[in-house]
């Protein structure tokens, strides 16, 4: 059974409960996901505990954001991980980004393009001009540009960003809910039927997996319900 292409967000308070939702998810789903908390709290022995014995991709989102010497050692020290993704943000620069990619050559360096807990409102404060799906799309442009081989944008602005990047740039999409689920402190959402129909390669689910009583059933249902849709003509 091939695993759904799921990026489980192992958002757990400690390290013994990381690796028991990755053991949990593993049979379902390609990857798990460490964010900076769990990574500040723990280092490096957190990418071997939810790792194990499973060879599960391992994206590691610490979204970097510094002047380019300064992440391209931190990609660099990361990168002896062997991380499959490693996330910066796009809004840091083209010359960040190269750096980032040139430090770490055997992981995919995914560029964070607008947070999906920032509304229209958020943009407008922040100084990012124009909808969303605008900044978005130039932040996607300039971030390939510069060496990133993936990227991560809301479901709601993935159909656009996959035609200006063209199929050779894997998609990640946070902000997926399944149906009925609690959008929480996401701003723009899609279900991972529609995320994936939309062009998206990647789903980041986090809450609506870890925070059931049953983990791996609830990767499995929404694993099951993906591969029916990727199998659907």
């Not at 990026?7 to 409960?17: F, G, H, R, S």
């Not at 660099?76 to 430090?103: C, D, Q, S, W, Y």
């Not at 998206?200 to 986090?206: R, S």
């Amino acid at each position: 059974m091939t695993p759904a292409p799921i990026a489980v967000a192992l958002d757990a308070p400690d390290l013994e409960t990381a690796a028991r939702w990755a053991a949990l998810v593993t049979p379902h789903v390609s990857t798990v996901k460490v964010g900076l908390e769990l990574y500040l709290r723990y280092g490096p022995d957190v990418i071997a505990s939810v790792r194990g014995a499973s060879g599960v991709q391992v994206f590691l989102d610490l979204k970097l954001h510094d002047i380019p010497n300064t992440v391209a050692g931190a990609a660099k020290a990361v990168g002896r991980l062997r991380p499959a993704l490693l996330t910066v943000h796009a809004a840091g620069g083209a010359a960040m980004i190269r750096a980032a990619a040139e430090a770490a050559p055997n992981t995919r360096i995914a560029a964070v393009t607008v947070l999906t807990s920032l509304s229209e409102a958020d943009l407008v404060k922040v100084g990012l001009t124009g909808p969303a799906h605008d900044a978005v799309r130039r932040l996607a442009v300039l971030a390939v540009g510069a060496g990133a081989r993936a990227l991560v944008c809301s479901p709601r602005e993935v159909a656009a960003v996959r035609a200006e990047v063209g199929s050779e740039i894997t998609l990640i999409t946070p902000g997926v809910r399944p149906a009925g689920a609690d959008s929480q402190d996401q701003a723009r959402v899609a279900t991972p039927e529609q995320a994936l129909a939309d062009g998206a390669d990647l789903l980041v689910i986090g809450r609506p997996i870890t925070a059931s009583a049953d983990p791996g059933a609830a990767a499995a249902t929404i694993a099951a319900a993906l591969r029916r849709k990727i199998a659907t003509p």
